[in-house]
Structure formats: structure tokens, C-alpha cells
């Protein structure tokens, strides 16, 4: 029971970093394959908040958020003089530079050893050490995002987003300022991501830069694409089966040295007859151009 708890866990927190990035792809239209490292740069600012000088993961949250949100505004304000394969570009280079000083600066974040004894969340003094109670938690926090970035998407505010996406001239011609608002979506989507490196980081009570590689921002990516772009329902399917259905392959018995190389031929494989059948994803309404 506690492994079907522990996936939905795990679950919860990509539905949270596949939302945010369906807010920059599909909603917008902005190609990026750096979303990792600002599910990095969340779960770092908030361990290291906690470790070295004993904040409270709640405070981190939020923390983690802004700090992410801010590496978001420094990665929009460059790639507004670029577009379509030079910003997925500039976003694929964000995503190595950050994972390098993860990786490199040992003094701060200890490198390719990690960080250790993370410490967990506690409401009212009481540790949520039971799987079920952060499960709650994650819920409550996918719920949240769920609420902002449906709001955010069904206002008018979401219609010149998707006015962006279909044709930025148009935009621009009705007197939009189309450059903020790109940087107002690399904000948010960089903020959730922030918020789901709080929820991994005080979970797993360990990090390394292993688990914030430019494949992680791949994943995410797959998983907006296989659910449906623009579609929030779509965010759900894609975080659920590509989480999940690569844990099916352990109940088949292969080695680990299979079993890691066949998951990602499938991941592949998954994404080439997507790409012929189903270009939009399950439930998308848009599709890359």
C-alpha cells in the first residue's frame, strides 16, 4: 500500500511541474526544455533554507517559488529577442548551466554528493512522516495549482496568452504588450516548478543534481505532449501514465540494466506514434508548430 502511495506522491508533484509548463507551451506557445532547473533551483533554495538555517518547508515553499519565479524572469527578459527553435535552444542551455553549478559548486550545494537529511514537513508540531498525510499535502497543493492556472487560462488574461500563441502579430496590433506578458508566463510556470522542488526535496529528505538533468526537463515535456497541449485535464494524463506505466516494467522481473534502457525506448517510441497519430496529445487543443 505504502509503494501506491509513494507513486501517487511522486505523481502529484509532476502533475504540479506539467502544469506549469503547459501554461508556457500549450497555452502560450513558448517552446522551453529547461523546466527542470527551476524544479532544481525550488528543491535547492528550500533544503538548503532548512538545513542551514533551520526554516520551516513551509516557509520554503513559498521561498523556493520566488527564488524560481526570479530565475524565470532572468531566463523571459534574454528570450524576448528570440523565438521558436532559438528560445527551446536558450531554455535547453538555461537548464545545463543550472544543473553544472549544482553539480560544481560542492561548497553550497555539495555537488555529485548531494544533500542529506532534508528535514520533512510538520504541521502543529506533528511530522507528517506517514506516506498518506503528504499525499494529502501534495493533493492540496495540485488542487491550488489547478485553481491558479485554470483561472488564469479561462480569464482574459488566458485569451491574449492564447492570442500569443496563435499569432503575436495580431496582439501586438491591438495594443498588447506581448513581451510582458511572456515574461508574466516564464514567471509562473517557473514558480510552480519552484513549488514542486519544495514538495520532492522535503520528501525524498535528499537531493542531487542527478535528479535535475536537461533529461528530467525532456520528461516533463513528454508528459505535456502525451496528455494534450492547452489542456489542463490533458496535464493529468500525461504526469499519471508516464509516471506510472514505467513502474509497471518492475512486476516484469528484467534487470535494472534492461529495464532503465527499455523505458526510455518506450518514452521514445510513445512520443514517435504520438507525433503521427496525435500531434495535440490525448486531450490537446494546439500542437507545436
Request: charged fraction near 10%; proline fraction near 4%.
Amino acid at each position: 500500500m505504502e509503494y501506491i502511495l509513494h507513486i501517487l506522491v511522486i505523481t502529484g508533484i509532476y502533475i504540479v511541474l506539467t502544469l506549469g509548463l503547459n501554461l508556457v507551451i500549450g497555452f502560450t506557445g513558448l517552446p522551453s526544455l529547461g523546466h527542470a532547473a527551476f524544479y532544481c533551483v525550488g528543491g535547492y533554495t528550500s533544503a538548503l533554507l532548512a538545513l542551514k538555517f533551520g526554516i520551516s518547508p513551509w516557509v520554503g515553499m513559498l521561498a523556493g517559488g520566488i527564488m524560481a519565479a526570479i530565475f524565470g524572469a532572468a531566463v523571459a527578459f534574454p528570450a524576448l529577442r528570440i523565438k521558436d527553435d532559438y528560445l527551446a535552444l536558450a531554455t535547453f542551455g538555461f537548464g545545463v548551466i543550472v544543473y553544472s553549478v549544482a553539480k560544481n559548486w560542492v561548497d553550497l550545494t555539495r555537488g555529485p554528493m548531494g544533500l542529506p537529511g532534508i528535514p520533512g514537513y510538520t504541521l502543529f508540531g506533528l511530522p507528517l512522516s506517514e506516506i498518506w498525510s503528504y499525499l494529502i499535502l501534495v493533493i492540496i497543493v495540485v488542487i491550488f495549482t489547478v485553481i491558479c492556472i485554470g483561472r488564469i487560462t479561462d480569464s482574459p488574461y488566458g485569451r491574449v496568452l492564447k492570442g500569443v500563441r496563435e499569432d503575436e502579430i495580431a496582439v501586438l496590433s491591438l495594443g498588447r504588450n506581448v513581451s510582458k506578458f511572456k515574461i508574466e508566463v516564464f514567471i509562473i510556470g517557473a514558480f510552480f516548478a519552484g513549488i514542486a522542488g519544495n514538495l520532492y526535496a522535503h520528501y525524498i529528505t535528499f537531493i542531487d543534481p542527478s535528479s535535475f538533468t536537461v533529461i528530467e526537463s525532456i520528461t516533463i515535456l513528454l508528459m505535456v505532449v502525451f496528455g494534450g497541449m492547452a489542456s489542463l485535464k490533458g496535464s493529468f494524463i500525461g504526469a499519471a501514465a508516464l509516471v506510472i506505466f514505467p513502474e509497471l516494467l518492475r512486476f516484469i522481473g528484467l534487470p535494472s540494466s534492461v529495464a532503465a534502457p527499455l523505458r526510455q525506448m518506450l518514452y521514445g517510441l510513445l512520443l514517435i506514434v504520438l507525433m503521427i497519430k496525435r500531434p495535440q496529445g490525448i486531450l490537446g487543443k494546439y500542437r507545436l508548430k
